[in-house]
């Protein structure tokens, strides 16, 4: 009797095939990161009430833009929990002001103010430090055109800034181009 010959049997080269699902998996991984992370903030830009007919600098609002930041507070100070406003920008301007007023009584939130002059300083700061959240900003015509300028790479007509009744919300995705929607209120 022979002995047996030797006899090899040959086993497929599985590397090409197990790295390559290593490489899936780490970049399904990734992407699963990156998409868990996205966050989107809402800025509600709204111009400041209409002004007392006067001769001073800084008049203080009319009747009705006193009624309008009454309207104002009444459509935000109702939500609680999801919807919230997490925080209150002001412009130094005596009637942006008195139009947030009621609404920072409403929700008993203490509004950050910043100078019309460094509007644009004051929006970047306010993107890196409130980034997912929901923040409303009052400040006069110029200054929320400036704003919406700087924040969505757009502008309104120009007409737009003479209306006090404009509200623009302009929602920031980390991932993506941002929005904005424009009401009457």
């Known amino acids: 009797m022979n002995p047996p010959g030797i006899t090899r049997h040959r086993r497929p080269f599985l590397a090409p095939l197990w790295l390559t699902l290593l490489a899936v998996l780490v970049a399904a991984g990734i992407a699963y990161t990156a998409w868990r992370g996205a966050t989107s903030s809402m800025v509600v830009l709204v111009?400041?009430?209409?002004?007392?007919p006067g001769t001073i600098d800084d008049p203080p609002i009319s009747a009705e833009g006193e009624q309008r930041a009454q309207r104002l507070?009444?459509?935000?100070?109702?939500?609680?929990g999801a919807g919230r406003l997490d925080a209150l920008y002001?412009?130094?301007?005596?009637?942006?002001?008195?139009?947030?007023?009621?609404?920072?009584?409403?929700?008993?939130?203490t509004p950050n103010?910043?100078?019309?002059?460094e509007a644009g300083g004051s929006v970047a700061g306010l993107l890196r430090s409130r980034e997912g959240s929901a923040v409303l900003v009052v400040a006069g015509g110029a200054a929320v055109q400036q704003l919406l300028r700087q924040l969505a790479g757009t502008a309104s007509p120009a007409d737009a800034v003479s209306e006090?009744?404009?509200?623009?919300?302009?929602?920031?995705?980390?991932?993506?181009?941002?929005h904005v929607l424009r009401l009457r209120y």
Not at 47 to 52: H, I, L
Not at 113 to 117: G, I, L, M
Not at 165 to 171: C, E
């Open 90 to 109: 002001v412009s130094s301007e005596r009637r942006a002001q008195q139009t947030a007023a009621p609404l920072a009584e409403r929700l008993h939130l």
């Open 113 to 117: 103010v910043f100078a019309v002059q």
């Open 47 to 52: 111009s400041v009430g209409e002004k007392d």
């Open 73 to 80: 507070a009444q459509l935000f100070a109702g939500s609680a």
């Open 164 to 178: 006090p009744d404009l509200l623009y919300i302009v929602s920031l995705p980390s991932v993506g181009h941002p």
